[in-house]
C-alpha cells in the first residue's frame, strides 16, 4: 500500500483560495448583482469550509483528539495569526480601527481585517472539537457542531427567520453586542473540523464515486436554489452559512479524498495560505496603482478586471515567495540515504499485525503496543503514529526519554515506562502523563516522596527475579498501596519461559500465573485490585496463552511480524508480516583473480576467478560481523549470494559470481524479500548466535528509514 498523499486536497486548496478572492472582490459586481448573489456568495462558499475540514482531517487523526498535536497546531495558528495582525497592522493604524475595548473583540473573534476572522476561529473551533471528541466521540462532536451551526444559521443568511421572532431576534442581538457575525469559532468552524474528523475516523470507507458525485451535483443544485431564494429580498445580513453547504461540503471532501496517491502538494498548500494571507493587501496595492496610473475605470470600477488583476498577483506573488523561500531556505529533507542503504518500514504490515493479535485476544482485553528500543529499531514515534491512528490506545517503553518522545511525537493514551526512573525525573513523568512501573518497595517510597501525582503500575515480580516486588510478599505489596501521591492504576509481572512449551516450561509458567494470581486476590480482599489494570503475557505470553484473561497483552516482537528465535513453535498463530526491510546497493563490482584474498586479515581467499561486488552497509548499520561466519547471504535480483571476507565497519563484500547479470546500483536485500526469495531477520540472528530482537533493536542507528503505510 502506498502512502496516503491525497494529491486533490493539495490541489483544490488553489480553487478554494481563488473562490476566496472572489468573494472579496465580487467580480461581477459590474454586472449586476445577482451573479455574485448566487455564483461568488454562494457556490464559492464551500471553500472556508472545506478549508476547516482539511484541518479536521489531518489533525484529528482516527478521528481522535491528541492533546500534543492540538496544541501545536494552535501554537502554530497562532503564530500565524500574530504574523498576519502584524502585517496589516499599518492599515489598522491607517484606518483608525484599533478603538479599545472593539480590539479585544477582534483579536480574540472577529480577526482584525476581514479575512483574518479564520485564526482565531480555526483555533477556538479546533480547542472546542478536541474537547468534545474524547467525551462524545466523533458522532456526538458532529451532532453538537451541526447544532451550533443551526444556531448561526439563523444569525447568519437565515437571520430574517429570526427578527420575525421577538425573543430570538433579541438573542440574537445580545449576541452581537459580543461579535460582528455568527460565521466563527463558536457557531461555524466546529461542524466542519468534526467532519474532517469524522472523515479521518473512517477515511477507508468513503461513498462510492457515483454517490459523491450524485451527492454533489444534487447538493449544489440545493445551494444555488437555496443561496438565490436568500438573496432574493436583497442581501441577507450576512451570507456565509447555508443548509446545503452541508451536504456540498461532505460529498466534495469524500471525492477529494477518493485519490491516495500521486506526489503530495506541499507548494499548493502554501501558495494557497499566502494567497489566503495576502490577498486583502493586493486589492489595497490594485485599487492605489489604479489611482496612481489614472486606470480607475478598470482597476478599481471594472470588477472582473478588478477581481482577474487581484487574482494575478496574488497568486504570481505568493507563487514567487514560495519558490524564493525554497530557494533561499535549504531544504531540511535530505534523499532517505546518499549511499543506498536504508531500512524500509512497512506501517501497513505493522497495523496488520496489530489487528491480528488483537483478534487472538480475549474479549475485552487489549493490545499494549511495545515500542521500546525506537520500537525495536523501526522508529518508535512514526510506528506509533500509524498504531494510534489504527486505534491503539497503549503503549509501552523503556525509559522516560522514550516515553517523552512519543508524547512530543503527538501520541496520546497510556505511555507506561518498563524500567527503572530515577525518582528525581519525577517531575517529567507528571508533566507527559507518562506511567511509571514500580520496581521495588524502596523505589516507590522515593518516587511517592517527590510528591507527584504520577501514575504507577506495581509489578510484581512472580519467579523471573529482575524487577518487581517479591510475589511471595504480600505485606510489602500492600504497603505500597499506601503512598500519599502516586495513582496506582495498574498491575503487572513479566513470564521468563512463556516462548518454551516443555513440560518443565509450562510447569513453571503456570506457577508464575498461581503467584500472581494470588497477589492479586489477597489486593482484592482489602479492596485495593478493584480498578487496577493487570497484565502479564508479551508476545508469547499471548501466543502460547490465548486463554488468559487479562486486561492487556505487551506485545513487541510478534507486532513486527517476527518470532524472537526461529525454532518457536506457538500454539496460536496469526498471520503476521515481517515489518522491517533492510537494503543497500551495489557500489561496485570487480573481478577477483584465483588466489587472491578479500578484506581485514584476508580472512576470504578465492579459490578460483570470482566475481564480487562491494555493499555499502556494515557492522555500524546494525548488521553483526560474525553474520558472515554463520554464513550469512545477502539477495541481489531474488538470488542469494555468500557475505565474503569480514563485515567491515561501513561495508561488505558478497560473492556475485552465480549471477549472469549484475549492476552497479542494483538492489541489495540484507534483510527482507525480493523475488521469490526471502531474508529474515530472524534467519539473521540464527546466523549470529542470537535472538531476532536483539538484531532488530540494533538497527536504525544510521541508516535512514524510509516509511511506507
Ligand atoms: C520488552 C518487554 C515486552 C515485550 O516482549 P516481546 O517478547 O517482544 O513481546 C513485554 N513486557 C516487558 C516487561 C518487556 O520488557
Redesign the pocket.
Known amino acids: 500500500m502506498a502512502r496516503r498523499l491525497y494529491p486533490n486536497i493539495d490541489r483544490f486548496r488553489l480553487w478554494a483560495a481563488w473562490m476566496v478572492v472572489a468573494i472579496h472582490t465580487l467580480p461581477f459586481a459590474s454586472f449586476g448583482g445577482a451573479w455574485d448573489g448566487v455564483l461568488t456568495l454562494t457556490l464559492c462558499r464551500v471553500a472556508v469550509p472545506f478549508f476547516f475540514m482539511t484541518s479536521g482531517f489531518f489533525l484529528f487523526r482516527g478521528g481522535f483528539a491528541d492533546g500534543e498535536a492540538v496544541r501545536r497546531f494552535c501554537r502554530r495558528t497562532a503564530g500565524m495569526y500574530g504574523l498576519a495582525m502584524l502585517l496589516y497592522l499599518p492599515v489598522n493604524l491607517y484606518a483608525r480601527q484599533l478603538v479599545f475595548p472593539d480590539v479585544i473583540g477582534d483579536i480574540l473573534i472577529n480577526g482584525t481585517m476581514y479575512h483574518l476572522w479564520y485564526f482565531p476561529a480555526l483555533i477556538l473551533g479546533v480547542l472546542i472539537v478536541a474537547a468534545l471528541l474524547p467525551r462524545l466521540r466523533v458522532g456526538g462532536t458532529l451532532a453538537v457542531g451541526v447544532a451550533l451551526y443551526l444556531l448561526g444559521l439563523l444569525g447568519d443568511s437565515y437571520f430574517a427567520l429570526a427578527e420575525a421572532v421577538p425573543p430570538l431576534l433579541a438573542f440574537y442581538e445580545a449576541l452581537f453586542t459580543l461579535f460582528d457575525y455568527t460565521r466563527n469559532g463558536l457557531f461555524y468552524a466546529p461542524v466542519w473540523l468534526a467532519l474532517g474528523a469524522f472523515f479521518a475516523a473512517r477515511q477507508d470507507r468513503l461513498p462510492s464515486l457515483t454517490v459523491s458525485l450524485g451527492g454533489l451535483a444534487l447538493s449544489f443544485g440545493v445551494l444555488i436554489a437555496e443561496g438565490a431564494k436568500l438573496h432574493s429580498g436583497g442581501a441577507p445580513r450576512h451570507d456565509s452559512m447555508y443548509l446545503s453547504l452541508l451536504p456540498c461540503v461532505f460529498f466534495l471532501f469524500a471525492l477529494l479524498l477518493g485519490k491516495r496517491e500521486g506526489r503530495r502538494g506541499t507548494f499548493c498548500r502554501d501558495v494557497s495560505m499566502l494567497v489566503y494571507l495576502l490577498h486583502p493587501a493586493v486589492i489595497l496595492a490594485v485599487r492605489g496603482a489604479g489611482e496612481l496610473l489614472g486606470l480607475e475605470k478598470w482597476l478599481i470600477e471594472q470588477s472582473l478586471v478588478h477581481f482577474l488583476a487581484v487574482s494575478l498577483l496574488s497568486f504570481g506573488g505568493a507563487a514567487v515567495l514560495c519558490l524564493l523561500w525554497r530557494r533561499l531556505v535549504p531544504r531540511a529533507k535530505q534523499p532517505a540515504s546518499t549511499r543506498g542503504t536504508h531500512l524500509e518500514i512497512d506501517l501497513g504490515a505493522l497495523c496488520r499485525n496489530a489487528r491480528a493479535l488483537e483478534a487472538e485476544m480475549p474479549e475485552g482485553c487489549r493490545l499494549m503496543a ?1 515500542v ?1 528500543a525506537e520500537a ?1 529499531g523501526h522508529g518508535a514515534v512514526r510506528c506509533s503514529q500509524a498504531l494510534w491512528s489504527a486505534g491503539v490506545r497503549h503503549f ?1 517503553v ?1 525509559t522516560a526519554e522514550e516515553g517523552v518522545a512519543l508524547r512530543r511525537g503527538g501520541i496520546g493514551g497510556e505511555i507506561l515506562i ?2 527503572y526512573t530515577d525518582p528525581a525525573a519525577a517531575r517529567t513523568l507528571w508533566r507527559y502523563r507518562l506511567t511509571q512501573t514500580l520496581v521495588s518497595a524502596g523505589h516507590a517510597a522515593a518516587l511517592d516522596a517527590k510528591g507527584y501525582p504520577v501514575r504507577v503500575h506495581v509489578k510484581i515480580d512472580s519467579g523471573m527475579h529482575r524487577l518487581g516486588l517479591d510475589a511471595r510478599d504480600p505485606d510489602a505489596i500492600a504497603g505500597i498501596f499506601g503512598c500519599r501521591h502516586l495513582k496506582i492504576t495498574g498491575m ?1 509481572s ?1 513470564l521468563c519461559v512463556s516462548d518454551e512449551r516443555s513440560g518443565e516450561a509450562v510447569a513453571f509458567t503456570e506457577e508464575q500465573l498461581s503467584r500472581f494470581e494470588r497477589v492479586r486476590e489477597l489486593l482484592e480482599k482489602s479492596g485495593g485490585a478493584e480498578a487496577l489494570t493487570v497484565h502479564v503475557q ?3 505470553g499471548l501466543l502460547n496463552y490465548p486463554d488468559l484473561r487479562y486486561h492487556l497483552v ?6 513486527y511480524g517476527l518470532r ?1 528465535e526461529r525454532r518457536w513453535e506457538t500454539r496460536a498463530h496469526p498471520d503476521l508480516l515481517p515489518v522491517m526491510a533492510l537494503r543497500s546497493t551495489v557500489a561496485l563490482l570487480r573481478q577477483i583473480p584465483a588466489g587472491e584474498s578479500v578484506g581485514y586479515a584476508r580472512a576470504w581467499r578465492a579459490e578460483e576467478a570470482r566475481r564480487v561486488a562491494v555493499v555499502p552497509v556494515g557492522y555500524a548499520d546494525g548488521l553483526p560481523r560474525n553474520y558472515a561466519e554463520g554464513g550469512g547471504e545477502v539477495l541481489v535480483r531474488g538470488v542469494r549470494c555468500p557475505v565474503v571476507g569480514r563485515i567491515c565497519m561501513d561495508q561488505l563484500m558478497i560473492d556475485v559470481t552465480a549471477l549472469g547479470d549484475v549492476a552497479v546500483g542494483d538492489t541489495v536485500t540484507l534483510i527482507g524479500r525480493d523475488g521469490g526469495e526471502e531474508i529474515t531477520a530472524e534467519e539473521v540472528a540464527e546466523r549470529c548466535g542470537t535472538i531476532t ?1 536483539e538484531i532488530l533493536s540494533r538497527m536504525g542507528e544510521r541508516p535512514a528509514r524510509v516509511y511506507t503505510e
Open positions: 511495545v521500546k525495536y509501552a523503556a518498563l524500567g503487572f513479566h508479551s508476545s508469547t505487551r506485545a513487541g516482537i510478534a507486532l524472537a530482537n
